[in-house]
């Protein structure tokens, strides 16, 4: 390889702002968040040792602090720099997401939290609560773990819907194997609290579950 060419792939920010962000690996694209190497380590090389560690992109999002500051030349400020950069990404996908929120589609609802809640390894369960004009007045977490009917229960979800006015109510949860295909128990949930709704004057819109990058919609599969 000539010292040119060397020069220019151990200078990511150059090579960003000559070919744009998505001419860059990731290893490139951390080593830019990371800015200096240290007297073992360029910036590529400590970007390269975050990738391996992860294994992949969705791995990535996985890493904690801790596994950040395992590689020998990340110490907490660096660590703490790549952990704000992930949780940013995270944060901008939801923000766009709830731009184009339409209450009649799934996928608007999916995009809002696809990138929040598909690379979690417990399941998260969310409620999702809108209002008479069709707006989103806010999200609560109803659980952390497996989905069950004693976690998820009408008494929960219906009381923070009243609490903030809310007269519609989407239920949201993942899949950490990244299969959104919905269980048995899943369905059984679903139309309790669909049922429940009725009686509560609450209407129940849909259920979505996220999976890696998919998602499923249990009004269109026709369990609402």
């Known amino acids: ?55 992949s992109i969705r791995g990535l999002a996985d890493l904690t602090i801790d596994d950040l500051t395992d590689i020998k030349g990340i110490g907490p400020a660096k660590a703490t720099k790549i952990y704000a950069a992930l949780e940013l990404s995270k944060r901008i996908s939801k923000s ?22 598909r690379y979690l390894k417990k ?5 999702l609560l809108i209002d008479t004009k069709g707006n989103i007045v806010g999200d609560v977490q109803l659980s952390e773990g497996s989905l069950n009917s004693s976690i998820v229960h009408p008494r929960e979800v219906f009381k923070e ?5 809310a007269n519609k109510v989407i239920i949201i949860h993942n899949h ?6 919905p269980s048995e128990q899943d369905i ?12 509560m004057g609450v209407e129940l819109l849909d259920h979505i579950i996220i999976g890696d990058g998919e998602f499923n919609s249990l009004r269109r599969m026709g369990y609402i």
């Open 123 to 127: 399941e998260i369960v969310k409620l």
């Open 188 to 199: 059984q949930i679903t139309r309790r609290l669909s049922e429940a709704g009725e009686i």
């Open 1 to 55: 390889m000539k010292i040119r060419e060397i020069q220019i792939e151990e200078r990511p920010r150059e090579r960003l702002q000559a070919a744009g962000a998505g001419a860059l690996s990731e290893e490139e694209l951390l080593a830019i968040i990371i800015s200096t190497g240290t007297k073992e380590y360029s910036a590529i090389s400590l970007g390269r040792q975050i990738v391996h560690k992860a294994r």
């Open 161 to 165: 819907a009243l609490i903030r006015s």
């Open 96 to 117: 766009r997401g709830l731009a184009e929120f339409k209450v009649d589609s799934p996928e608007s609802i999916a995009k809002i939290y696809m990138e929040e809640l």
């Open 176 to 181: 950490p194997s990244g299969d959104p295909g």
